[in-house]
């Protein structure tokens, strides 16, 4: 504060802008630090300086001037593009009510269309669904049908001929063969349990000896009920097949049989 | 009839159509009143002249009409320091009109809590007539004269102790003309001219140091007349 009470010597000085040098620099260097004392002191000398200008001789500004500083003025007042180029700042007070409320309609609305889109596309999916379902239903009806067709094909043709196979557990529900020379072979039954988690059955033509190696008949589900309808085409000369056999192989099917059959059926 | 011509005659301001309403304004019945008060009674003014702060808010909002008051208020006093400082009508008119668009165009960015209208405008008015006169010590001053500049920042007095224009600018003459010629001269160099004390002190062939005191003391003479900061 020592140095502000040197300084207060030229506030006046420095209010009229006559200060200059090393004793200018410091004071503008309190005022910069917004020094208290200096602010008021060189704020008060200020307001004397102002009052210099009563000093000079009166002069009337023409009328002239009056009207074209009010036309300017007005013109300005008139079109509000004009002040907003001039305040920016102010520009967003020039955004109308009514514009706010479109923008509030148009967010609602979007935000609406957007919740109907995601609807319907989530409708969409569900249908694709169903369809995806109903079409795998009816290809399974389809095969069904064909399995059935066939069977009823080779059940009703002369010079078939049918055979029980024996399950090797004795709780095991016994299937029927049905075999035709041409038209192949028939397995039906009911009450068959599902086989283990993963596993599925398979139909095994067995030929007579030194004739080859089991040979693959197809694998096959038994249905909700428990009812097995299969249909097998003559996988040889069905004159060389020497027994038909059942077993359990892993969902897909084996080459050849890995596990000892659960059926077992003779041909005569 | 014949009492609205009688008013209008006595000065006091009757809205076009007033004769036509029924319903009088408690105003209108308070401005006869004091109308008939005025034909017997000497009255200063019937009704309190908007203060500048308040013409100023109203400039933010865009009022030419508050401008139009704002100029009728202070023009002349603007317009003669102008003149006086650039010695040339038109330039003086050209800074006038910068002056009063600006106030216009910038009004929020005065601030009432930075000191009184009237010194503020004047302070920007002769900073800005001394641009024009492109002084050589023209880039050692600041030119950061804008509307919220710290170097248009006027500490208001007591505003009980200011008195109306004329009164000062009595006391302001009146203080220039006691002062030594060569005084006053120094002080009109540096106030008008812009000049600096070592300008003023070459131009006049005085020692600085005389220079120096010769403002101060004839600054805070005035001061002491306008009896500010009492």
């Known amino acids: ?268 | 009839m014949r009492l609205q011509a009688h008013l209008a005659s006595s000065g006091v301001p009757i809205s076009p159509g007033a004769e036509y309403s029924f319903v009088m304004r408690v105003e209108q019945i308070g401005s006869i009143l004091s109308s008939l008060l005025l034909s017997v009674v000497p009255f200063r003014s019937a009704e309190p002249q908007p203060t500048d702060a308040s013409l100023m808010e109203r400039l933010v909002q865009r009022d030419a009409d508050a401008l139009e008051t704002l100029y009728d208020r202070h023009s002349r006093a603007v317009f003669s320091l102008v003149y006086r400082i650039t010695q040339q009508r038109p330039t003086a008119e050209e800074v006038t009109q910068d002056i009063f668009l600006q106030l216009w165009r910038n009004a929020r960015l005065y601030d009432a809590q930075r000191g009184p209208l009237e010194p503020w405008l004047l302070t920007l008015a002769r900073n800005r007539a001394l641009d024009t006169l492109r002084l050589k010590r023209e880039k050692q001053r600041s030119r950061e004269d804008d509307f919220g500049a710290r170097e248009l920042v006027c500490s208001a007095p007591d505003p009980e102790t200011i008195a109306d224009r004329e009164t000062r600018a009595q006391k302001v003459r009146g203080v220039m003309a006691e002062l030594p010629a060569q005084q006053r001269r120094a002080i009109e160099l540096a106030y008008f001219d812009g000049m600096s004390h070592s300008e003023i002190a070459e131009k006049l062939m005085e020692p600085l140091g005389t220079v120096k005191s010769w403002i101060r003391n004839g600054l805070l003479k005035l001061r002491q007349e306008l009896a500010a900061y009492a």
Request: a neutral charge; hydrophobic letters at 45%; one cysteine or more.
């Open chain 1, 1 to 268: 504060m020592a140095a502000c009470d040197q300084l207060r010597e030229h506030y006046e000085a420095y209010a009229i802008g006559a200060l200059d040098g090393a004793d200018r620099a410091e004071l503008e260097a309190h005022l910069a630090r917004n020094c208290p004392a200096c602010t008021a002191g060189v704020a008060q000398a200020r307001y004397i300086v102002s009052q210099l200008a009563l000093a000079a001789p009166d002069q009337a500004p023409p009328a002239s001037l009056r009207a074209k500083i009010m036309e300017a003025a007005r013109a300005e007042a008139a079109s509000p593009q004009r002040a907003t180029r001039i305040e920016p700042v102010v520009r967003r007070t020039w955004i109308p009510t009514w514009a706010w409320a479109a923008a509030a309609v148009l967010i609602l609305f979007a935000a609406y269309s957007l919740y109907q889109n995601v609807k319907m596309q989530r409708d969409l999916n569900d249908l694709n669904a169903s369809l995806d379902n109903a079409r795998r239903a009816r290809l399974q009806l389809d095969q069904q049908r064909a399995t059935y067709d066939k069977a009823m094909a080779i059940l009703q043709a002369q010079g078939t001929h049918s055979m029980p196979v024996k399950p090797s557990d004795g709780k095991m529900p016994m299937l029927q063969a049905y075999i035709h020379e041409k038209m192949g072979v028939v397995i039906a039954a009911s009450n068959v349990p599902m086989p283990a988690q993963g596993r599925e059955y398979q139909l095994w033509m067995v030929p007579k000896t030194g004739k080859g190696a089991p040979i693959s008949a197809g694998v096959y589900m038994p249905d909700s009920s428990g009812s097995v309808l299969a249909v097998a085409p003559p996988m040889a000369k069905m004159e060389d097949i020497a027994a038909l056999a059942v077993t359990e192989e892993p969902m897909g099917g084996s080459p050849q049989p890995t596990s000892r059959p659960m059926w077992m059926g003779s041909l005569q």
